[in-house]
Structures are given as C-alpha cells and as structure tokens.
C-alpha cells in the first residue's frame, strides 16, 4: 500500500491548504512533504498546487487529481473492508454527513446498536447542512449522507427516503398546547422561533407561506435546534422541528410537542444517500441496511432504491 502513501499526502495538503499543517497532522516534516510533491509534479509535468503567501491551494490539474485520488483511497477502504469481513474481523470506519435533527437522538442510538455487534468499527459522524452533506459525499469525506430535504445533486445516489412532518415545539403552558394539532395559520399568531434559511424545517415552512398572507417574522433565529427547543420552552414561544430530531415519546420537563396539519406543511422527506455509482465498504454498507430497516419500521412511507 505505500503507493498510496503520497496520494494521502496530497490529500491532507488540499484539505488543510498548508503544507506545514498538514505535516503536523501527518507526523512528518514539512520538508520531506513538500518533497513528495514536488516529486509527484515533476512526475505529471504539471503543478499540483499554487504556492500562495498563505498556504497553497489547488491547480487545475490538482482539481482533477484529487478526485482520483480520493475515488482510489476510498476504494482502497471498501477493499479492505471487504478483506476485513472475510477474515472475520468486522472491522473497518463509517463517516456519515447528517442534518442536526439526527445528531441528539437517532444516530447515537443506530451507532451503539451497531458496534454493540462489531466493536472493531468506528465511525466519524458529521454536522452538515443539506447543501454540504451531497458535497461530503462527492469529496469522498462521507460514505453516508442522512440529510432533510436535500439539495439533490446529480451525483448522489438515494438509498431510501422516509416522510418527516413538521412538529411544533413549545412550553406545556403554551396557549396551543391543548390541541393536538397545528393550524400553521395560528401558530404565526404567537412568536415563533425558526431555524435559518439553510435548514429543511425552515425551507418547507417557506414554501407553505408562498401564496399566503400570513404574517411570518421569527422573533428568534438560529443555526442551532438544541438552543431552539430549549429557548421555546424558556420564553412561552414557538418553535419547529421533525420527529426523528425530538423526544416525542419522552418530552423533556416543560415542553409539549403537537404536530403541524399536512394541510398547511406537507411532510418533508429524509434522505439515505451515497456517491452515485459507489459500493460502499462493508461496514458502511451494513450500517445504512440496518439504518434504512429502522426508518421503515418507525417512521412508515419509507421508498427504497436499489443501489
């Protein structure tokens, strides 16, 4: 595999855009770094990267290496898990780019469960938007992608997508409380707390509003669904959420939990994701089965696709 040792060089010089940080991370010094590349450039007839002031960033002919190069580090990874598996070991590493909602609840679950059965995998696991987790998955960062209403880009490949409402989050004092459903329409009538524009609850939200005349100013914007919740509780207003990112069978103390009418929000859909045309390692590829059975069994609506 020492063939392979420079393409991982390359790669941490383009993640980290400095030759001196990515030896720390590599445990090498710079200058036997910056010799392996220039070997590599002299070997193509072409620069790999442009020295800046600051750094070094990619060239163009970079720009099209390192999409080799992490198509072969991660093939070599599926190899290997696949050798792993033969052997019996049950090894091997899972990343997974998700939206926030999978972050509290969801994942720690699916994760325990999993290496309660193959404690030889690891797993990275990833806070990404619904833009950046489809790119994680094109750059080779994430096997996985388990994402809200994603942007869909071409190179992505669904595995299986499951219908996700939208919730309202509030005190259990709240005046809206006692119904055990949401007219959109009455919750705008109360302060509401939203997240940003880049997040899928506030995207469908939009969309419902579009032909509307309903006032909509959120008194309280964030980027954060814990502060979220947690600030609807403290201050009696209103905020929103999907139910695989609640605690809807066990409420926190003080907060009520109701779901918004389809007929103001359609439900919006969760999507399993990987790199169109990949097979995933084996342990990545064990993961996302065992993930998309729980979805289906749980959430109902689930729409499988063959890899």
Request: include cysteine; aromatic fraction near 6%.
């Amino acid at each position: 595999m020492k063939h392979l040792t420079t393409l991982r060089y390359v790669d941490m010089v383009a993640r980290t855009g400095s030759i001196r940080g990515a030896a720390e991370l590599l445990a090498i010094t710079s200058t036997a770094l910056n010799r392996r590349i220039l070997a590599l450039e002299e070997e193509l007839g072409v620069p790999v990267f442009e020295r800046l002031p600051r750094g070094v960033r990619l060239s163009s002919a970079g720009e099209i290496l390192i999409h080799h190069i992490r198509a072969q580090l991660s093939d070599m990874e599926r190899v290997r898990s696949q050798i792993a598996d033969l052997a019996g070991a049950r090894r091997g590493h899972v990343s997974i780019a998700c939206s926030q909602a999978l972050l509290p609840y969801f994942l720690p679950e699916q994760i325990t469960r999993y290496r309660k059965e193959h404690p030889g995998v690891t797993f990275g696991v990833y806070l990404r938007d619904r833009t950046a987790a489809e790119q994680a998955i094109v750059d080779h960062e994430a096997d996985l992608a388990l994402v809200f209403e994603p942007v869909r880009l071409s190179e992505i490949e669904t595995i299986l997508t499951v219908p996700q409402p939208i919730y309202g989050v509030m005190s259990e004092d709240h005046p809206l409380a006692s119904h055990e459903t949401l007219r959109l329409k009455e919750c705008l009538m109360h302060p509401v707390a939203l997240p940003t524009r880049y997040y899928g609850v506030r995207h469908l939200i939009e969309i419902a509003l579009v032909d509307s005349n309903l006032p909509f100013k959120p008194v309280i914007e964030s980027d954060s669904f814990e502060y979220l919740r947690n600030h609807a509780v403290a201050e009696g207003i209103i905020s929103f959420q999907i139910p695989i990112g609640l605690p809807i069978d066990n409420p926190l103390p003080g907060m009520a939990v109701r779901p918004v009418d389809l007929r103001d929000v359609p439900a919006g859909l969760i999507y399993m994701c990987q790199l169109r045309g990949r097979t995933l390692p084996v342990a990545a590829a064990r993961f996302s089965d065992q993930v998309a059975k729980v979805l289906e069994a749980r959430y109902g609506g689930a729409m499988q696709f063959g890899r």
